[in-house]
């Protein structure tokens, strides 16, 4: 602040004081008075500095902190939203593996029992190829004829009409249950009794047919 020191006043009464201070020429409401107590004598006028500017320069800088204030909360508050964000990402993300881990155990659960179905199923076709090899050695060494292949069918040849039903009616007498082919199911002259193996038969199943072909063979006269 600036101080001026004044003359003392000549004993006008106060507007004498009042025409000294606005003798200083400062702005209404903008000079300070230094008064004697005793005879009110006036010592000193007190000049503030622009005090509308200073207290311009402290809305300023009030609303300045304000802003700066109001801007870190914002940034708090993004930066909480980000982690909150991320958060919830993250479980989801989580919660995603987790799902294919199950969906992908399930697929191995299923593929495992694929892979057992198919070796119980070779083990049910090397099965069915020993009762398909068992019964057609067997038919021959009985000295009847099928028709060579690898099939689980096998045809025994009789040729004619007549031994295919004298075959199948001598079969069904021994408990086997057959119907013979014959023109014009098949070709003339290829007459025949059709067999067919299951991987369901036992190989002592087999044995109890080859030795039904075989008396019903030497039955009709065949063997």
């Known amino acids: 602040m600036h101080l001026e020191q ?3 006043a000549s004993g006008q ?3 004498a004081i009042d025409h000294d201070v606005a003798a200083v020429g400062e702005p209404e409401g903008m000079v300070g008075i230094l008064l004697d107590e005793e005879n009110g004598q006036l010592l000193a006028s007190v000049q503030f500095a622009d005090r509308r500017e200073d207290l311009a320069h402290d809305e300023r800088g009030e609303t300045e902190r304000g802003l700066v204030e109001e801007q870190e909360a914002r940034a708090r ?12 990402a993250a479980r989801e993300r989580a919660a995603a593996l987790v799902d294919a881990f199950l969906q992908a155990r399930e697929k191995a659960k299923d593929a495992l029992a694929i892979l057992s179905e198919m070796l119980e199923a070779d083990d049910r076709r090397t099965h069915l190829m020993r009762l398909v090899n068992r ?3 067997g038919i021959e060494e009985a000295g009847l004829e099928t028709l060579p292949g690898p099939t689980p069918i ?3 040849m009789l040729h004619e009409a007549q031994r295919a039903q004298a075959m199948a009616a001598a079969l069904d007498e021994r408990g086997v249950y057959v119907a013979g082919f014959f023109y014009p199911v098949v070709p003339k002259g290829k007459a025949r009794i059709r067999t067919q193996m299951s991987a369901a038969l036992s190989e002592g199943d087999i044995d109890v047919a080859v030795r039904a072909f075989t008396d019903a063979g030497r039955a009709i006269g065949l063997i």
């Open 6 to 8: 004044l003359p003392a």
């Open 13 to 15: 009464g106060d507007g």
């Open 77 to 88: 508050h993004q930066r909480a939203g980000d982690r909150q964000h991320l958060l919830l």
């Open 135 to 137: 019964f057609r050695s």
């Open 154 to 156: 096998i045809p025994v």
